[in-house]
């Protein structure tokens, strides 16, 4: 169909839920330290988004000072189980299966250097908007919405293309080294011009 039908480009979050914590508070209100690096999953948790493969990929990533974190709502007690048991094997992994009030999202995005998003499918991703609502990069596979949400040059995060897993955990990796001051610029600048 082409007659009758509009784009309507993903709006932003800016200003919808509070954001008035600094870092060092919301990390603090984790119990997390200054300078460990952190990568985060926001938001329902689902099968399709990767999650599993997401503590596999970090697990292989051989640096002490990272933390995962992993935080929403699980509508599945099977997929639950299995995120429990793989994030048990692996002291740096942190979880908070339940549903994050809107209160509580700053603490998450602002205490975060990165939002990791490793969906196996997607078709637009309001989680990468709320992150650059946030001033957070993301990394994600090359895939979908993130090709373009993520940007030609990699300025609002990286993308990776294997599916074992071996590519995520060689982004997790590479997004440590990232200029990451002028990605949290570029996803602002992003996140305000939508």
Avoid: W
Wanted: aromatic share 8%; net charge negative; glycine share 8%.
């Amino acid at each position: 169909r082409a007659r009758g039908v509009h784009v309507i480009a993903h709006g932003n979050y800016v200003g919808a839920y509070p954001n008035t914590l600094t870092r060092a508070q919301a990390r603090a209100q984790l119990g997390l330290s200054d300078d460990a690096f952190v990568y985060l999953s926001l938001g329902r948790v689902r099968p399709y988004k990767g999650l599993d493969e997401l503590i596999a990929a970090f697990g292989r990533l051989p640096v002490a000072d990272a933390t995962l974190l992993i935080a929403g709502e699980v509508q599945d007690p099977g997929y639950e189980r299995v995120l429990q048991q793989l994030a048990a094997a692996d002291r740096r992994v942190q979880l908070a299966l339940a549903f994050v009030p809107e209160k509580a999202l700053q603490v998450y995005l602002n205490a975060c250097d990165v939002a990791v998003l490793p969906y196996r499918h997607v078709t637009t991703s309001g989680a990468a908007h709320l992150a650059f609502s946030f001033e957070v990069p993301i990394v994600a596979p090359r895939l979908g919405c993130f090709v373009e949400l993520v940007g030609p040059r990699s300025e609002r995060g990286l993308l990776y293309d294997d599916d074992t897993g071996a590519d995520l955990t060689e982004a997790l990796a590479r997004v440590r080294d990232a200029d990451l001051a002028a990605m949290r610029q570029a996803c602002a600048a992003y996140a305000q011009a939508h």
